[in-house]
């Protein structure tokens, strides 16, 4: 059973899904990959407004849309996603707030991690796009090698608008 919440954020309606024991997704109103595959009719949902994990993602948004800054180890994560995945979306959860990284610098991690002589930077993008939890896991942090703006599945204005509240750019 998967339990959901809505949130009303200064960027918009935010979308909460939590399977009772860890956070599963955060996705911004109409942004790409909503829902991923979560949420979907093969899945039982319900509303929940009371589920502890959803309660403490709210409070956790609360505080971040205050100024404050709270961290992901905060709140108990499960993004589904494969090993590759999984790997970004650990290195996502380490740069620090107001803060940001290139999908290069990202790709080369993970080539070190590896042991491998290189990675693809746009291999990296695809798994930073399909990020299920965003803002939590800011995947917003991730910019072009010269610090461009690009990519970013909730849109270019709430990047910006996230790494501006965060006092990056």
Request: glycine share 10%; charged share 25%; aromatic share 10%.
């Amino acid at each position: 059973m998967y339990y959901y919440t809505k949130y009303v954020s200064p960027i918009g309606e935010l979308t909460l899904l939590s399977d009772g024991n860890a956070l599963i997704g955060l996705w911004i109103r109409e942004q790409k990959y909503f829902g991923s595959d979560l949420m979907n009719a093969k899945y039982s949902i319900e509303k929940n407004d009371c589920d502890e994990i959803l309660k403490k993602t709210k409070n956790w948004l609360d505080r971040y849309f205050k100024g404050e800054k709270p961290e992901a180890c905060e709140l108990k994560l499960n993004p589904h996603g494969g090993e590759f995945r999984q790997e970004v979306w650990k290195i996502l959860c380490e740069i620090p707030y107001g803060e940001t990284i290139s999908y290069g610098e990202i790709a080369k991690r993970i080539a070190d991690i590896r042991g491998i002589k290189s990675m693809s930077a746009q291999a990296v993008g695809q798994a930073v796009g399909h990020n299920p939890i965003g803002i939590i896991i800011p995947c917003h942090r991730v910019i072009g090698k010269n610090g461009n703006l690009t990519g970013y599945a909730g849109g270019i204005d709430i990047k910006k608008w996230l790494l501006t509240h965060e006092k990056a750019i």
